[in-house]
């Protein structure tokens, strides 16, 4: 059977202000009709620009300066405008990141649904078109499909958009659709809802799926074959279940270790060291040699070659892992230890360190004069809504949840960045939460915040150095810098040379580590890391989280820990608290609650988690995706804020408000029937 | 849509009140005393008494203030002060030739800008576009009243092609188009440089957002993607300028007009000055700085319309 | 390795060590603005060694000269020689654009500061005040003004700083609540910074860039808005060579000579359009600049 796409020795480059840069180099593979096939890599492996080097739309500046793309049979760089044109939307369709900047913002979204059929269906009336529209758009998923199809793009959630974006690119029913990086801008939730649309539409239509990610995870959950791509080449190409299982090029391998699992409990994660080469300076040989624990001195000097292995996988590498010359390094075996506070003595009767009763933290809207005039009132926010924590010394706790959820709220109320308007908090059994500021600054030495934003947390004007050394001017403590700012460049694991540069001059993980040693400045007894891993590529992440767990250890830091991640939770968390429209639904240790989840919503978010082992892909069997989207905090349901979406739900649910359950001494939850969670379907 | 008008009309009352309070105001730091500069010479002090009590100059100061915003939202703008003619009718017996400048300049910038900047977008560095981009330039900085006298220099001295002065003959229209030309392309100068540069900078904008480039990738039609989606988008920005651009010609348009000695808003008011006529100065004024602010206030208006982002940025949730 | 070196000469690295007025040197546009206003300013503090003549030299035997050795841009009605009227005029035009900007980026600043800080209330009220000096275009703001207060260099500088005022004040506005988003000013806060501290060292070096960009497209604007008032005859009076006066003088007897006109136009044109090249290119230079990161 011929193949619906063959590329062959592809190779683009970009004219920029550094000179000409070449971003992919002899990429070569094929697709059948109906086969998904996943693109994975990391930020600048090139993966993006296969999407726009396919559909030949290479931004401006780019160009194909080699190689074929065949499409059923068709060389499409050779193809003309016109020939391009039919062909895209039609049988070559694409799906971008970010639905919000890919709908034209100025007209709604039936114009602009039209405007695509009739571009492909010249001879159907206006009128026939709006049926097929109409009903693409319920395929989807989309409520209310006839007046919702008048509106305009910003009146959708980004969920929904998303889902338009879908519809729109599958609606003249083409063979083969590129969807690059559709869900990385989603909750997990609803990226669980859209892959299984995906899933879905692929069954119905056939359609083949050329799909783009940096998440191993939702490769591994939805991909046949997978290509794994570094710098600019393919690195490992196979069907899925070998690449998962026994991968063999060593950058694969490392990835795949240093991806942290809720499932396994790993001591420390494999983090790469070195950063990604730009593509100004790439060095001569393999461009992975650098970071390669099994590189040997021709790595340096040649370019490897392809070898092909059983069934379609091929290595670009110049040895096959396995067969190194005995002297050669082996991945450092992974050491699973039991998710216990191993070495960390943690006494639960004690005064707990952080300590929040009922507390509340609401956002009242401001309403302007003309608005008051108008007799408009104001609007509250319940960003924190009741809240009951204690954080014990010692503790690494992990919050967790959405968009919407308050977490960010909470951690920055906690530490008094944000006035709470209800409720208390005490801290070492002191209360501080009518505190005014000038008493409670004596207490910020010792419980700091590391913010999701590195970059925004960084002044762009100050050097490292100088950022290190801000807590102790402001403090007038007297210090030496030049003692004090490579200890604590050292402790977080950054070079020296690092304290001369402008925070835009770091990457992200280095960025991200400046505000962690900030942070240590004062010897702080309580952190608060909002979303540490968040923008970092996986490898990054895991120098990240090791750096995090190696702290905790030297320094007896307690943690407060806000991610959206279950995997983050799972690698370093003693207990988990799962928080749902301000409110915390579900408490207890990490191990419980990831085997025996007692609250639906819990049970939705490990449904949802993707990791790249597909033992568990093949466990979970069927998931159940939880329906719906994260109502507006604004506008809260009754009773239970989960009761719409969650598949226990009763009228009682509806009604009132349920109270925490006591599961154990250490595990709560707030659900009337935290028993059925878990029930079969 | 509404709240968002609603706001915008109270915060444009607002601010017209200020506006003429300020004006009210402004009467009263005349140095000196300004019955007797009025009257000059024939300043006697039972002349200035009772011009000062006609002009309710005797009262307290928020008195004549109060007097002068009741007065002027009657349309009662005051009596000229040497010929007791109401102002409103001097400024009804010009107001007109004014607009009609403004407008046919700004007509003239649009219609000569807006396609030099949608050409210039579309062939980007081409040498037509640095041809264009050095010219716009040159002509934004190009005042309009050195433009007016170049012109004048040119065409009515040198070639002697174009009139100098006035309106030309009553009631004959070509005459009046004749002598609306030097004036009008005075005006217009300036503003086809701003606009060529802003439609080029906001049209190469939008077409490298990710919407065009998706509408690229669902097949559409060149045409329709730069010449619905593209344009669109792309003219918002340009509308607004628009409204402040007929502020702005209006101003203008006193240069021009007393410089080609027309009949207008601006040689009513640089008259009235010469004059000290602070009465027919400060009408003038509010008369042109409310028809500004309703010009903005239509620009928003428009824009809001185009651009469907904006109303709802208000009212949800 | 794959990219295409750019050559450099020893002008391009000479300059590149200059922070910002070397790149904005390195493109020609930039340059060329850059040279004319090195000339402008220079004109202005050596005019009495560039001008031939005094500007007030009355010389009824040459009256309406053309260009010539002796005058090199003509002369004038009265035979003044049109030339060292437009260097001494330079003085006039500096002696009003600077004093101008003084005050609108005096009060624009702290208005501006005092509306993005604090923000509520304050911010509001700020806001009206900015849009009601914005309500009128600017010319008829200055013309209200001028009219009640007469005519003077002094009260020209007053109407068009507080012409100027609204545009500092917003674009400090804006840059201060921006900055302000920041998490890192609230770490400063919770560290325990004093307001002063953040201003000073965090709020004030961000907005110094747009403010810089404003003030030199903002130069040429007072330049010419003082020529105008000037030749409406409600700015410096005569017989002080403002180049504003020279125009008006010339447009009296314009159909007997055009060189009055001309020169002064020509003089007004140069400024502004090298003040606006400049500017543009400074504001190229550090815009980019301020939200470019090292790509990852």
Same mark, same amino acid.
């Given at each position: 059977?011929?193949?619906?796409?063959?590329?062959?020795?592809?190779?683009?480059?970009?004219?920029?202000?550094?000179?000409?840069?070449?971003?992919?180099?002899?990429?070569?593979?094929?697709?059948?009709?109906?086969?998904?096939?996943?693109?994975?890599?990391?930020?600048?492996?090139?993966?993006?620009?296969?999407?726009?080097?396919?559909?030949?739309?290479?931004?401006?500046?780019?160009?194909?300066?080699?190689?074929?793309?065949?499409?059923?049979?068709?060389?499409?760089?050779?193809?003309?405008?016109?020939?391009?044109?039919?062909?895209?939307?039609?049988?070559?369709?694409?799906?971008?990141?970010?639905?919000?900047?890919?709908?034209?913002?100025?007209?709604?979204?039936?114009?602009?649904?039209?405007?695509?059929?009739?571009?492909?269906?010249?001879?159907?009336?206006?009128?026939?078109?709006?049926?097929?529209?109409?009903?693409?758009?319920?395929?989807?998923?989309?409520?209310?499909?006839?007046?919702?199809?008048?509106?305009?793009?910003?009146?959708?959630?980004?969920?929904?958009?998303?889902?338009?974006?879908?519809?729109?690119?599958?609606?003249?029913?083409?063979?083969?659709?590129?969807?690059?990086?559709?869900?990385?801008?989603?909750?997990?939730?609803?990226?669980?809802?859209?892959?299984?649309?995906?899933?879905?539409?692929?069954?119905?239509?056939?359609? #083949?799926?050329?799909?783009?990610?940096?998440?191993?995870?939702?490769?591994?959950?939805?991909?046949?074959?997978?290509?794994?791509?570094?710098?600019?080449?393919?690195?490992?190409?196979?069907?899925?279940?070998?690449?998962?299982?026994?991968?063999?090029?060593?950058?694969?391998?490392?990835?795949?270790?240093?991806?942290?699992?809720?499932?396994?409990?790993?001591?420390?994660?494999?983090?790469?060291?070195?950063?990604?080469?730009?593509?100004?300076?790439?060095?001569?040989?393999?461009?992975?040699?650098?970071?390669?624990?099994?590189?040997?001195?021709?790595?340096?000097?040649?370019?490897?070659?392809?070898?092909?292995?059983?069934?379609?996988?091929?290595?670009?590498?110049?040895?096959?892992?396995?067969?190194?010359?005995?002297?050669?390094?082996?991945?450092?075996?992974?050491?699973?230890?039991?998710?216990?506070?191993?070495?960390?003595?943690?006494?639960?009767?004690?005064?707990?360190?952080?300590?929040?009763?009922?507390?509340?933290?609401?956002?009242?809207?401001?309403?302007?004069?003309?608005?008051?005039?108008?007799?408009?009132?104001?609007?509250?926010?319940?960003?924190?809504?009741?809240?009951?924590?204690?954080?014990?010394?010692?503790?690494?706790?992990?919050?967790?949840?959405?968009?919407?959820?308050?977490?960010?709220?909470?951690?920055?109320?906690?530490?008094?960045?944000?006035?709470?308007?209800?409720?208390?908090?005490?801290?070492?059994?002191?209360?501080?939460?009518?505190?005014?500021?000038?008493?409670?600054?004596?207490?910020?030495?010792?419980?700091?915040?590391?913010?999701?934003?590195?970059?925004?947390?960084?002044?762009?004007?100050?050097?490292?150095?100088?950022?290190?050394?801000?807590?102790?001017?402001?403090?007038?403590?007297?210090?030496?810098?030049?003692?004090?700012?490579?200890?604590?460049?050292?402790?977080?694991?950054?070079?020296?040379?690092?304290?001369?540069?402008?925070?835009?001059?770091?990457?992200?993980?280095? #960025?991200?580590?400046?505000?962690?040693?900030?942070?240590?400045?004062?010897?702080?007894?309580?952190?608060? #890391?909002?979303?540490?891993?968040?923008?970092?590529?996986?490898?990054?992440?895991?120098?990240?989280?090791?750096?995090?767990?190696?702290?905790?250890?030297?320094?007896?830091?307690?943690?407060?820990?806000?991610?959206?991640?279950?995997?983050?939770?799972?690698?370093?968390?003693?207990?988990?608290?799962?928080?749902?429209?301000?409110?915390?639904?579900?408490?207890?240790?990490?191990?419980?609650?990831?085997?025996?989840?007692?609250?639906?919503?819990?049970?939705?978010?490990?449904?949802?988690?993707?990791?790249?082992?597909?033992?568990?892909?093949?466990?979970?069997?069927?998931?159940?995706?939880?329906?719906?989207?994260?109502?507006?905090?604004?506008?809260?349901?009754?009773?239970?804020?989960?009761?719409?979406?969650?598949?226990?739900?009763? #009228?009682?649910?509806?009604?009132?408000?349920?109270?925490?359950?006591?599961?154990?001494?250490?595990?709560?939850?707030?659900?009337?029937?935290?028993?059925?969670?878990?029930?079969?379907? | 849509?509404?709240?968002?008008?609603?706001?915008?009309?109270?915060?444009?009352?607002?601010?017209?009140?200020?506006?003429?309070?300020?004006?009210?105001?402004?009467?009263?730091?005349?140095?000196?005393?300004?019955?007797?500069?009025?009257?000059?010479?024939?300043?006697?002090?039972?002349?200035?008494? +009772?011009?000062?009590?006609?002009?309710?100059?005797?009262?307290?100061?928020?008195?004549?203030?109060?007097?002068?915003?009741?007065?002027?939202?009657?349309?009662?703008?005051?009596?000229?002060?040497?010929?007791?003619?109401?102002?409103?009718?001097?400024?009804?017996?010009?107001?007109? =030739?004014?607009?009609?400048?403004?407008?046919?300049?700004?007509?003239?910038?649009?219609?000569?800008?807006?396609?030099?900047?949608?050409?210039?977008? +579309?062939?980007?560095?081409?040498?037509?576009? =640095?041809?264009?981009?050095?010219?716009?330039?040159?002509?934004?900085?190009?005042?309009?009243?050195?433009?007016?006298?170049?012109?004048?220099?040119?065409?009515?001295? =040198?070639?002697?092609?174009?009139?100098?002065?006035?309106?030309?003959?009553?009631?004959?229209?070509?005459?009046?188009?004749?002598?609306?030309?030097?004036?009008?392309?005075?005006?217009?100068?300036?503003?086809?440089?701003?606009?060529?540069?802003?439609?080029?900078?906001?049209?190469?904008?939008?077409?490298?957002?990710?919407?065009?480039?998706?509408?690229?990738?669902?097949?559409?039609?060149?045409?329709?993607?730069?010449?619905?989606?593209?344009?669109?988008?792309?003219?918002?920005? +340009?509308? +607004?300028?628009?409204?402040?651009?007929?502020?702005?010609?209006?101003?203008?348009?006193?240069?021009?007009?007393?410089?080609?000695?027309?009949?207008?808003?601006?040689?009513?008011?640089?008259?009235?000055?010469?004059?000290?006529?602070?009465?027919?100065?400060?009408?003038?004024?509010?008369?042109?700085?409310?028809?500004?602010?309703?010009?903005?206030?239509?620009?928003?208006?428009?824009?809001?319309?185009?651009?469907?982002?904006?109303?709802?940025?208000?009212?949800?949730? | 390795?794959?990219?295409?070196?750019?050559?450099?000469?020893?002008?391009?690295?000479?300059?590149?060590?200059?922070?910002?007025?070397?790149?904005?040197?390195?493109?020609?546009?930039?340059?060329?603005?850059?040279?004319?206003?090195?000339?402008?300013?220079?004109?202005?503090?050596?005019?009495?060694?560039?001008?031939?003549?005094?500007?007030?030299?009355?010389?009824?035997?040459?009256?309406?000269?053309?260009?010539?050795?002796?005058?090199?841009?003509?002369?004038?009605?009265?035979?003044?020689?049109?030339?060292?009227?437009?260097?001494?005029?330079?003085?006039?035009?500096?002696?009003?654009?600077?004093?101008?900007?003084?005050?609108?980026?005096?009060?624009?600043?702290?208005?501006?500061?005092?509306?993005?800080?604090?923000? %509520?209330?304050?911010?509001?009220?700020?806001?009206?005040?900015?849009?009601?000096?914005?309500?009128?275009?600017?010319?008829?703001?200055?013309?209200?003004?001028?009219?009640?207060?007469?005519?003077?260099?002094?009260?020209?500088?007053?109407?068009?700083?507080?012409?100027?005022?609204? %545009?500092?004040?917003?674009?400090?506005?804006?840059?201060?609540?921006?900055?302000?988003?920041?998490?890192?000013?609230?770490?400063?806060?919770?560290?325990?910074?004093?307001?002063?501290?953040?201003?000073?060292?965090?709020?004030?070096?961000?907005?110094?860039?747009?403010?810089?960009?404003?003030?030199?497209?903002?130069?040429?604007?007072?330049?010419?808005?003082?020529?105008?008032?000037?030749?409406?005859?409600?700015?410096?009076?005569?017989?002080?060579?403002?180049?504003?006066?020279?125009?008006?003088?010339?447009?009296?007897?314009?159909?007997?000579?055009?060189?009055?006109?001309?020169?002064?136009?020509?003089?007004?044109?140069?400024?502004?359009?090298?003040?606006?090249?400049? %500017?543009?290119?400074?504001?190229?230079?550090?815009?980019?600049?301020?939200?470019?990161?090292?790509?990852?």
């Amino acid at each position: 059977m011929a193949d619906l796409l063959e590329v062959k020795n592809l190779e683009v480059k970009y004219r920029t202000r550094n000179g000409v840069l070449t971003a992919l180099r002899n990429i070569g593979f094929s697709m059948q009709e109906g086969e998904v096939l996943g693109v994975v890599g990391e930020s600048g492996c090139g993966k993006s620009t296969i999407a726009g080097a396919v559909m030949q739309l290479l931004p401006l500046n780019g160009w194909i300066s080699q190689g074929q793309v065949l499409f059923k049979g068709h060389d499409l760089v050779q193809a003309g405008p016109e020939e391009l044109r039919r062909l895209r939307g039609c049988e070559l369709s694409m799906v971008f990141q970010d639905a919000m900047t890919s709908l034209n913002p100025v007209f709604n979204i039936e114009t602009q649904m039209l405007d695509i059929l009739q571009a492909h269906n010249p001879t159907k009336s206006r009128n026939e078109l709006r049926k097929i529209a109409l009903a693409m758009f319920e395929r989807v998923g989309i409520p209310d499909g006839v007046q919702r199809i008048k509106d305009f793009p910003h009146q959708f959630s980004g969920g929904m958009r998303q889902r338009i974006m879908i519809a729109m690119a599958l609606m003249a029913n083409p063979s083969l659709l590129i969807a690059d990086e559709p869900t990385s801008s989603l909750d997990v939730t609803l990226e669980a809802q859209i892959l299984e649309l995906l899933r879905g539409l692929r069954d119905e239509l056939g359609t #083949a799926i050329l799909y783009i990610s940096h998440d191993l995870g939702v490769i591994a959950q939805l991909c046949d074959h997978v290509i794994v791509m570094y710098a600019g080449n393919i690195v490992e190409r196979g069907d899925s279940r070998t690449l998962f299982e026994h991968p063999r090029h060593p950058y694969t391998r490392a990835l795949l270790a240093a991806h942290p699992s809720h499932k396994r409990h790993l001591n420390r994660l494999l983090s790469i060291p070195g950063r990604v080469p730009s593509l100004k300076d790439l060095p001569v040989g393999c461009k992975f040699a650098d970071r390669c624990n099994f590189a040997q001195p021709e790595c340096y000097q040649a370019e490897p070659n392809y070898i092909p292995l059983e069934e379609d996988h091929l290595v670009l590498c110049h040895h096959l892992v396995g067969e190194i010359p005995p002297g050669g390094a082996e991945l450092p075996a992974q050491e699973v230890i039991p998710l216990v506070s191993g070495g960390r003595v943690i006494d639960q009767n004690a005064v707990p360190l952080i300590k929040a009763q009922d507390l509340q933290t609401y956002f009242k809207d401001r309403v302007g004069i003309i608005g008051q005039l108008l007799g408009r009132k104001a609007g509250s926010l319940p960003a924190v809504n009741g809240i009951d924590l204690d954080i014990q010394r010692g503790e690494t706790i992990g919050l967790v949840g959405e968009s919407g959820s308050g977490k960010t709220t909470l951690g920055k109320t906690l530490l008094r960045l944000i006035n709470s308007t209800g409720g208390r908090i005490l801290f070492e059994g002191q209360e501080i939460t009518h505190l005014n500021e000038r008493n409670v600054r004596p207490m910020r030495a010792r419980m700091q915040m590391i913010f999701q934003d590195p970059f925004s947390s960084l002044s762009p004007r100050m050097k490292v150095a100088d950022l290190l050394l801000e807590p102790f001017r402001i403090q007038k403590i007297p210090v030496d810098p030049h003692s004090k700012v490579p200890e604590l460049l050292e402790m977080v694991g950054l070079a020296g040379e690092q304290a001369d540069k402008y925070a835009h001059q770091l990457s992200g993980g280095q #960025a991200r580590r400046v505000g962690f040693a900030r942070a240590l400045a004062l010897n702080p007894e309580f952190l608060v #890391a909002d979303e540490p891993t968040s923008g970092l590529d996986v490898s990054v992440a895991a120098g990240v989280l090791n750096l995090l767990k190696d702290l905790r250890e030297k320094l007896g830091l307690t943690y407060l820990i806000i991610t959206h991640n279950l995997n983050v939770i799972g690698f370093i968390a003693d207990r988990v608290g799962v928080m749902y429209l301000g409110r915390l639904v579900e408490l207890g240790p990490t191990e419980e609650i990831f085997d025996h989840p007692s609250h639906p919503y819990t049970e939705a978010l490990l449904m949802a988690i993707s990791n790249p082992d597909l033992q568990q892909v093949a466990e979970r069997g069927k998931r159940l995706v939880v329906k719906g989207e994260i109502p507006s905090p604004r506008h809260p349901p009754s009773g239970c804020p989960f009761h719409p979406r969650c598949r226990y739900a009763d #009228a009682r649910c509806a009604r009132e408000v349920p109270v925490a359950v006591v599961i154990n001494a250490t595990h709560r939850s707030v659900c009337f029937y935290p028993e059925r969670v878990g029930e079969a379907v | 849509m509404y709240i968002y008008l609603l706001k915008r009309l109270g915060m444009t009352m607002i601010v017209i009140l200020i506006v003429m309070i300020f004006l009210g105001l402004l009467v009263q730091i005349i140095p000196g005393d300004p019955v007797r500069t009025l009257l000059g010479p024939r300043a006697t002090p039972e002349l200035v008494a +009772t011009v000062r009590s006609e002009m309710d100059m005797d009262k307290p100061v928020y008195v004549q203030v109060a007097l002068f915003i009741w007065n002027a939202l009657h349309g009662n703008l005051g009596n000229d002060f040497w010929t007791g003619r109401p102002i409103r009718q001097a400024i009804g017996d010009v107001l007109g =030739h004014t607009i009609i400048l403004a407008l046919s300049s700004l007509g003239l910038a649009v219609i000569l800008g807006v396609p030099l900047g949608v050409y210039s977008a +579309t062939h980007p560095n081409s040498w037509l576009d =640095h041809i264009l981009a050095v010219t716009s330039i040159s002509f934004i900085t190009i005042p309009s009243y050195v433009a007016a006298l170049l012109l004048m220099l040119l065409f009515s001295v =040198h070639f002697r092609i174009l009139p100098a002065i006035g309106l030309g003959k009553a009631g004959d229209v070509a005459d009046y188009l004749r002598h609306l030309i030097l004036p009008s392309v005075s005006l217009a100068i300036t503003w086809v440089g701003y606009l060529a540069r802003l439609v080029r900078t906001s049209l190469l904008e939008v077409l490298n957002t990710n919407y065009i480039r998706a509408a690229k990738s669902f097949g559409l039609r060149d045409r329709i993607v730069f010449y619905k989606y593209a344009l669109k988008n792309a003219l918002i920005p +340009t509308v +607004t300028v628009l409204g402040v651009g007929l502020g702005s010609m209006m101003a203008g348009a006193m240069f021009v007009e007393v410089i080609f000695d027309r009949p207008g808003m601006g040689t009513l008011i640089y008259n009235a000055i010469n004059d000290r006529n602070y009465p027919t100065v400060r009408a003038g004024v509010l008369v042109i700085a409310v028809l500004f602010i309703l010009a903005n206030l239509i620009a928003d208006f428009i824009n809001s319309w185009l651009d469907p982002r904006i109303q709802l940025v208000k009212s949800q949730g | 390795m794959e990219y295409v070196a750019r050559s450099t000469s020893r002008t391009t690295r000479f300059l590149e060590r200059i922070p910002v007025l070397g790149a904005v040197l390195q493109r020609p546009l930039g340059a060329l603005g850059f040279s004319i206003v090195l000339i402008f300013v220079l004109t202005t503090i050596f005019a009495p060694l560039i001008a031939p003549y005094s500007d007030t030299k009355q010389d009824f035997s040459a009256i309406f000269q053309p260009p010539s050795r002796a005058h090199l841009l003509g002369t004038d009605n009265l035979g003044r020689d049109l030339f060292s009227r437009i260097v001494y005029g330079t003085r006039i035009e500096m002696s009003a654009a600077l004093p101008a900007v003084t005050i609108g980026l005096t009060f624009g600043l702290l208005l501006g500061l005092l509306a993005g800080y604090l923000g %509520g209330g304050v911010d509001n009220v700020i806001v009206v005040l900015l849009d009601s000096i914005q309500a009128f275009p600017s010319l008829v703001l200055a013309l209200a003004i001028l009219a009640v207060l007469g005519p003077s260099l002094t009260n020209v500088i007053l109407v068009i700083g507080l012409a100027l005022i609204p %545009g500092y004040a917003r674009v400090t506005r804006s840059q201060v609540k921006s900055v302000k988003n920041n998490d890192y000013i609230q770490v400063e806060y919770n560290l325990g910074a004093s307001t002063g501290r953040i201003i000073r060292m965090h709020i004030l070096p961000n907005i110094i860039a747009p403010l810089v960009i404003l003030i030199s497209m903002d130069l040429p604007v007072v330049i010419t808005f003082e020529a105008g008032l000037s030749f409406l005859g409600l700015g410096v009076r005569p017989p002080a060579p403002s180049w504003g006066v020279i125009l008006s003088d010339g447009f009296k007897f314009i159909f007997n000579s055009p060189w009055p006109v001309m020169s002064a136009a020509f003089a007004l044109i140069l400024v502004t359009l090298g003040f606006t090249l400049f %500017g543009e290119t400074l504001r190229d230079v550090l815009d980019p600049r301020l939200s470019g990161t090292e790509g990852g």
